[in-house]
């Protein structure tokens, strides 16, 4: 059973920025995609940014230039630099793993950015 466990989340001024991880253990085989999504209260949940083993990313519209995905594979871990936070970055941010097509889920670290 994989298991994902987030951590870097938190209270941050508008134009700050954090650092997200996500670290995936238990894993007999090799992670495919990682991400990161995201879900405001009344929201559904929306993918932020993607990246494949290889290093090939995708990142939601709004995130792009200012949110920036990357992985150690010898870690099994995923980061999230997020640069120039605002107010409607505000949100649970999951960590996502697919594991031999199997997908798997954090439980979810808590962003606010106030104005």
């Known amino acids: 059973q994989v298991q994902l466990v987030e951590s870097g989340g938190g209270l941050v001024q508008a134009g700050g920025s954090l650092r997200l991880s996500c670290a995936a253990s238990g894993s007999s085989g090799s992670i495919s995609d990682m991400a990161w999504y995201r879900q405001a209260p009344g929201k559904q949940r929306e993918l932020v940014a993607a990246i494949t083993r290889d290093g090939s990313t995708n990142y939601l519209d709004s995130a792009k230039g200012r949110f920036t995905i990357s992985r150690a594979n010898t870690k099994n871990t995923v980061y999230l630099q997020m640069n120039s936070l605002k107010p409607e970055d505000t949100a649970v941010y999951y960590c996502?793993?697919?594991?031999?097509?199997?997908?798997?889920w954090g439980q979810g670290t808590q962003v606010t950015v106030s104005s």
């Open positions: 996502y793993a697919s594991v031999s097509f199997r997908v798997y």
